[in-house]
């Protein structure tokens, strides 16, 4: 709970563990039975949790479901485990929360893996053709996590098989500009290579560059692995 922990760091507990049990009442009555108190050289406090009441490990198994089934082609499927990961979802994992080095780290971790999972159904869902609103859905995670190429990537893809080259290009400039001046980098590789479909006019090419980037991420060796490409005319 601290960096440096104050000398009334045993009473703020305490009384945070008092306002906790109050909570719980107040949410259903008898629930602050769940919180244990253990006495002895491992004392504490324990909060008894099943796995099917906690969203954390029910969004990391949606998730991992999510993206296996989106590895072996599956979009749909992909799409309908990603959708319910991610709705568990109510914006960034620790707003509002005292920093801590050890709170930090935990924080980052877990909102990685929200736009790991974003990025997987985004994915799936251009693989399966459901681009409609896409483009939305795209932009406002963006804002939260400018700097993720993948989703750059996707977002000028989805312009693009929309019929939209103006767009992607809109996207791509935009991509390439924030880089430069944030970060001093180059355009992204895969963002370079939506450029070239989007001045084709080629959607097919689009969704080769999205199921191409799916595999080189995700085969770790496997073999076997299929994603339909299901472009348009």
């Excluded at 939209?164 to 992204?188: E, N, S, T, W, Y």
Aim: hydrophobic share 40%.
């Amino acid at each position: 709970m601290w960096d440096e922990p104050p000398t009334s760091a045993t009473a703020n507990i305490r009384s945070h563990l008092t306002g906790l049990r109050r909570d719980l009442d107040e949410a259903e009555p008898g629930l602050s039975g769940r919180l244990k108190t253990y006495r002895g050289v491992q004392s504490g406090y324990g909060l008894q949790i099943l796995p099917d009441e906690f969203d954390v490990p029910k969004f990391t198994l949606g998730a991992r479901k999510g993206r296996t089934l989106l590895l072996r082609g599956d979009v749909e499927p992909a799409i309908a485990e990603l959708e319910q990961a991610v709705a568990l979802w109510r914006g960034t994992f620790g707003q509002d929360l005292p920093s801590t080095r050890w709170f930090d780290a935990h924080v980052t971790g877990l909102n990685n893996a929200r736009f790991d999972a974003y990025q997987d159904l985004f994915t799936a869902c251009v693989l399966a053709g459901r681009t409609g609103a896409l483009s939305y859905r795209i932009e406002s995670v963006l804002a939260e996590a400018p700097y993720r190429q993948r989703l750059w990537e996707l977002l000028a893809a989805v312009h693009c098989i929309d019929g939209d080259a103006a767009g992607a290009l809109c996207v791509i400039k935009r991509c390439q500009a924030m880089f430069a001046d944030d970060l001093g980098l180059d355009l992204p590789p895969h963002v370079d290579a939506m450029r070239d479909a989007a001045l084709r006019w080629d959607r097919d090419q689009a969704m080769r560059l999205v199921a191409g980037h799916l595999l080189s991420a995700g085969s770790g060796g496997r073999q076997g692995i299929t994603v339909p490409l299901q472009g348009r005319s």
